[in-house]
């Protein structure tokens, strides 16, 4: 089992920039994909970003297209997302999770593909 734990979250203005961090407990971290979803105040969680460990794989959701990355740095077991050109509607409470599952088709998408998640991190974004 892989604890998660997530940070970096705050209180940005409109087209600024935020990473936010998780970190895994495990130590093979590399052989577990990993994903940002997050979720707004009376909203469904919603998929951002993965990375798969099979064949490394990037994936991101047509909303942040272009302007969040997805990265993984495998000696400190943490998974980041560096967010740029921030939008109110990026609003929501920012949740990593993760799986050993590899994830075939567009499962990457879905939160029930995963099996561990964090706590989550709030990002808010308004001036």
């Known amino acids: 089992q892989v604890q998660l734990v997530e940070s970096g979250g705050g209180f940005i203005q409109p087209g600024g920039s935020l990473r936010v961090s998780c970190a895994a407990s495990k130590r093979t971290f590399d052989r577990y994909s990993m994903a940002w979803f997050r979720q707004s105040q009376g909203k469904e969680r919603e998929f951002v970003a993965a990375?798969?460990?099979?064949?490394?794989?990037?994936y991101y959701a047509d909303s942040v297209k272009g302007r969040f990355t997805i990265s993984r740095d495998i000696a400190k077991n943490t998974v980041y997302l560096q967010m740029n050109s921030l939008k109110p509607e990026d609003t929501a409470l920012y949740y990593c999770?993760?799986?050993?599952?590899?994830?075939?088709?567009?499962?990457?998408?879905?939160?029930?593909?995963?099996?561990?998640w964090g706590q989550g991190t709030q990002v808010t974004v308004s001036s």
């Open positions: 999770a993760a799986t050993t599952k590899i994830l075939y088709g567009t499962n990457y998408y879905r939160f029930g593909s995963y099996d561990y």
């Open positions: 990375i798969m460990w099979d064949n490394g794989r990037i």
